[in-house]
């Protein structure tokens, strides 16, 4: 049986990673999305097992320690990682799996696993401040998130700007029409599939 192919969605923080893999997902029922685990708290709308492993600093400290992670790393206070077995165990079988990961994980992948199609999501050019400021303030399960951490998200979208170059493809989410990303990340897919 052949192997099955490894998609990163990454990129800038704020940027719609989530809304649009859902999206792509959705047009590939049969892909498996890798579960992370995180150590930060449920938001409102969020399943433990679905959307994430909701574990606490300790247990995230030993599945490190086990070797349990594919990759891992600390995001705005936060620890994520991706359990191993679950993505291998896919990909052994066949089956196409996607990832939605910071960019902080995406080197210690490609290290692993060359083989694996990176996608980095960015907002339009100049937008940033703008865009992370509309999408925070606008999403009810954010609706604690203070000035300070949304200065952070800016900062952090920024930085990760700078990630571009180490992955195979960008892809623009423009404003209001994120159906032109997903379209545009369905026909990367449908290059490797």
Known sequence: MPQGKLFILSGQSGVGKNTILKEVIKNHTDFHRAVTCTT??????????????????????????????????KVHHWHYGTPLKQVTDALESGQNVFMEIDVQGVAQI?????????????????????????????????????EDEILKRIE???????????????????????????????KIIARYI
């Open 110 to 146: 490609k290290e692993k696993m060359p083989e694996t199609i990176s996608i980095f999501i960015k907002f339009e050019d100049g937008k940033v401040e703008e865009l992370i400021r509309k999408r925070i303030l606008n999403d009810p399960s954010r609706k604690n998130v203070t």
């Open 40 to 73: 930060r708290g449920c938001r409102e709308g969020e399943i433990d097992g679905k959307d994430h492993f909701f574990i606490n600093e300790d247990e995230f400290d030993k599945k490190i320690k086990d070797g349990y992670f594919l990759e891992c790393a």
């Open 156 to 186: 952090s979208a920024r930085k990760e700007e700078k990630y571009i170059k180490d992955y195979d493809f960008t892809v623009t989410n423009p404003e209001g029409h994120p159906e032109q990303a997903i379209a545009e990340i369905a």
